[in-house]
């Protein structure tokens, strides 16, 4: 089965406004919710908007991931209760 991405449902995003790290919560046709980390957002010297990969994460990364990590859970638990 090929992927559809009409399927693909963004549920939630964080982002991280220092260093552009993005986190989500995706969920595909009736699967369960996963969390996505990354892409990263940045903002080019003419002035876009551009994302990459996440990479590897700086200390920043992941003490900003450290607190948003509890309403990460939350946020994927009441996405399992509204489908129950």
């Known amino acids: 089965m ?3 991405p009409s399927k693909d449902q963004q549920l939630h995003v964080w982002e991280n406004s220092d260093t ?6 995706y969920r595909y046709g009736d699967g369960e919710p996963k969390l996505q980390i990354g892409p ?5 010297r003419d002035g876009t ?3 990459t990969k996440a ?4 200390i920043d990364d992941v ?3 450290s607190e ?7 946020k994927m638990g009441e996405c399992l209760l509204e489908e129950g």
């Not at 552009?20 to 919560?25: D, E, K, P, R, T």
């Open 2 to 4: 090929a992927y559809d």
């Open 20 to 25: 552009g790290l993005m986190v989500s919560i």
């Open 40 to 44: 990263r957002k940045y903002v080019k």
């Open 49 to 51: 908007e551009r994302t």
């Open 55 to 58: 990479g590897r994460l700086t």
């Open 63 to 65: 003490l900003w991931l």
């Open 68 to 74: 948003v990590l509890e309403e990460v859970k939350d």
